[in-house]
């Protein structure tokens, strides 16, 4: 299996999916189940400009991972999952039981940084674990491929 990286552009911060995206990631670094918070390095954002985070999809479009940060422009998200993509070897998979709905989703972090969580949750702990270790996986291949050229500047695919 293959995946790529896509952007989720946000038309504003302030927006309703960007900021349930954002809340989610705080629900996870706050309460992770590792007994401490977990960094997001989140950067403050002006809540009426544009916005966009990346994606982990597979080859038929399926989403697989989020990325644990809002950026404001490509840039900076460019540069943060270069930095992500370098350091593949340390990440750590962690599940995240949500009892009272029966769920389980999970989160990679490294050290005490937050990176990425699962794009949904699952009935099962071991389901759970497989599609982290799938997304780990898939993004370790990444990191290895060769850097592809950005041709279009609007293209939504994140190419480094």
């Not at 349930?20 to 007994?35: C, P, Y």
């Not at 940060?69 to 840039?75: I, L």
Request: with cysteine.
């Amino acid at each position: 299996m293959s995946a790529r990286l896509l952007y989720a552009h946000f038309p504003s911060a302030g927006h309703k999916i960007a900021l349930e995206w954002m809340r989610v990631v705080a629900e996870i670094a706050e309460n992770s189940s590792l007994g401490t918070a977990l960094r997001t390095n989140q950067e403050r954002l002006t809540a009426s400009a544009p916005a966009l985070a990346w994606r982990l999809v597979s080859e038929n479009r399926r989403e697989i991972a989020r990325g644990c940060r809002v950026f404001g422009d490509e840039a900076s998200a460019k540069s943060d999952l270069k930095a992500l993509l370098r350091m593949t070897d340390a990440f750590e998979i962690h599940t995240s039981p949500a009892p009272r709905l029966r769920s389980t989703g999970w989160f990679v972090s490294a050290g005490d940084q937050l990176l990425m969580m699962g794009a949904r949750r699952y009935e099962k702990r071991s389901a759970a674990e497989s599609a982290a270790e799938l997304a780990v996986r898939l993004m370790r291949d990444l990191s290895a491929g060769p850097v592809p050229v950005l041709r279009e500047p609007h293209d939504p695919l994140i190419l480094l």
